[in-house]
């Protein structure tokens, strides 16, 4: 059995800086890195390197990084049969400003992620008979999405879903398709309305999701931790504390170790934790891919912590 991770693969061309830019500001750098990203493809390599079965579903340009994209994905051990490569787009590409506190500035081009259609759906559908969970993103078409969503929700197969980057507008009929939504306090503020930045605010963003369908909701709230809400309970999870360097894809480890945590069987509350510590590790290190822990790793710091693995 396989997760399967729908969504975005990007090249991500980053640059480091003293303290990120003010409006207008031209500002001398320290270093520039080239390093694989996309939410989709860091949730992949997450899953991968915990040693989880892992099939990556979704787009690469044949102009631009594409076969290199692809082979690092093969490299860290992602299934990458189901990646189609585009012959009309240039891979996606995200342009990265981080602070050397930690902090960062963000923007993609969606490239070949945003010709994400119905062809890549069936693509994912036909592996769903050896899937046990569905983890998604918003960095391809919302259409796109919803429909990978429907086909996973009819097959009785988890879905997870990562609500980043929150569009103005998430289609109503998609919140019930979903089991798992992880948003961080910013993207919770943006679906529910109100500013989300306490654990009381969270708890309350977590209740509005669940009204509105999702059937678990986690709200990390980054170095204040986590709050999880189920029709059952309502729990929050410590964050671990550690040197940060660079966030760029904590969420994505976050998630990476929520679903290694359920695809081995353990509780909720246990994936929570184990998501905790993955988007925790990847914080100490820069960059999206090359930040994300190995099983020995994540392993070694969980029991650091006196968390039994």
């Known amino acids: 059995m396989s997760i399967i991770v729908f969504g975005s693969i990007n090249i991500d061309l980053v640059v480091t800086a003293p303290r990120l830019p003010l409006t207008g500001e031209t500002l001398t750098g320290e270093d520039f890195f080239k390093i694989p990203g996309g939410k989709g493809a860091n949730q992949a390599v997450a899953l991968a390197r915990l040693g989880i079965p892992t099939q990556m579903v979704g787009r690469v340009g044949a102009h631009s990084f594409g076969t290199e994209l692809v082979k690092h994905l093969q490299d860290t051990g992602v299934q990458t049969k189901n990646i189609f490569l585009d012959e009309t787009a240039n891979s996606g590409i995200a ?54 969503a429907q086909a996973a929700h009819d097959a009785n197969i988890k879905v997870i879903l990562d609500p980043a980057p929150t569009p103005s507008h998430l289609p109503a009929e998609l919140y019930p398709l979903v089991d798992i939504m992880t948003p961080n306090e910013v993207e919770a503020g943006q679906l529910v309305g109100f500013p989300v930045d306490s654990q009381e605010t969270a708890t309350k963003a977590a209740e509005v999701l669940l009204q509105k369908g999702v059937k678990s909701a986690i709200v990390k709230l980054g170095a204040k931790g986590a709050i999880c809400a189920t029709p059952e309970e309502t729990f929050f999870v410590p964050a671990f504390t550690v040197h940060a360097v660079d966030t760029v894809a904590a969420g994505d480890a976050f998630n990476g170790g929520l679903a290694a945590a359920l695809y081995h069987g353990l509780s909720l509350h246990q994936a929570v934790v184990w998501g905790s510590a993955a988007g925790a590790l990847a914080a100490t290190k820069l960059g999206a891919q090359t930040s994300l822990p190995d099983r020995f790793t994540f392993d070694a710091f969980l029991k650091e912590r006196g968390v039994a693995v």
């Not at 036909?126 to 899937?131: F, G, Q, S, T, Y």
């Open 95 to 148: 342009i990265i400003t981080v602070a050397d506190h930690g902090e960062n500035h963000i923007v993609v081009i969606p490239g070949a992620n945003g010709e994400v259609n119905q062809e890549d759906v069936r693509r994912l559908s036909r592996l769903l008979p050896i899937a046990t969970a569905v983890l998604l993103q918003l960095e391809i078409p919302i259409h796109a999405v919803v429909a990978a």
